[in-house]
């Protein structure tokens, strides 16, 4: 079997275990809180999976590269302290917007424009900060890319096919049904403003737990 086959495959293993479950409890809440359509939130999940997949390309080209260093830097306790608090406040914070909502504070109606309304930055920064995410199934494409990749384009190659793996995943049915559920609870807007209130609760409540798995 080609290498990059191989690694297409462990890409699509990971994103209907892993992925499903480290994502999921993320991104329902945020596109069902945000979305009022099936089609945003099948916009948003294709943002976030292609923004997911350059990383992997990057970190195959940089695994090509300098090789097993970067899978010791990535797997760090440091690195996983930077990424995980990173991660955790910024899903806090998108939390916190949803729940505030657009008030009539021009600082919070701003960051309610920019992380809710035009929702595909949020999802590159998701997409990026859960691209470097030293999970088992990475760290073993990396390895595999240090030691077998010839070049570095090559080694971007074999990175993007782990990637396009990683996004044939439930995922995308997740998003679609946040998405058509958001529409449907809009009808009523005192019942989708509490809704998306509760969603923003659910992003708080996983933005806490990714902050406290730092100290364990």
């Known amino acids: ?55 992997y390309g990057l970190l195959g080209l940089l695994a090509s590269s300098i090789g097993y260093f970067l899978t010791e830097v990535i797997s760090s306790p440091k690195f996983n302290l930077i990424k995980y608090l990173g991660a955790g406040i910024f899903v806090l914070l998108l939390g916190m917007i949803m729940i505030l909502g657009r008030t009539r504070f021009p600082f919070c109606r701003l960051l309610h424009k920019e992380t809710i309304e035009k929702s595909a930055k949020s999802m590159i920064l998701l997409g990026i900060l859960i691209g470097v995410s030293p999970c088992l199934p990475l760290l073993g494409a990396l390895t595999t890319i240090a030691g077998l990749a010839k070049g570095p384009f090559v080694g971007a190659f074999w990175g993007l096919s782990f990637g396009l793996g990683t996004v044939i995943s439930p995922l995308i049915i997740l998003a679609l049904v946040a998405g058509s559920l958001g529409k449907l609870l809009s009808l009523k807007p005192i019942f989708y403003q509490t809704f998306s209130r509760l969603c923003g609760c659910f992003l708080i409540y996983f933005g806490i737990r990714l902050i406290l798995g730092v100290f364990r």
């Not at 809440?29 to 976030?48: E, H, N, Q, T, V």
């Open 1 to 55: 079997m080609e290498e990059h086959t191989a690694l297409f495959i462990t890409g699509l293993f990971m994103g209907l275990g892993p992925c499903l479950a480290f994502c999921g409890p993320i991104l329902f809440p945020y596109i069902a809180g945000s979305k009022r359509s099936w089609l945003g939130g099948l916009k948003d999940i294709l943002i976030f999976s292609a923004s997911r997949v350059v990383i």
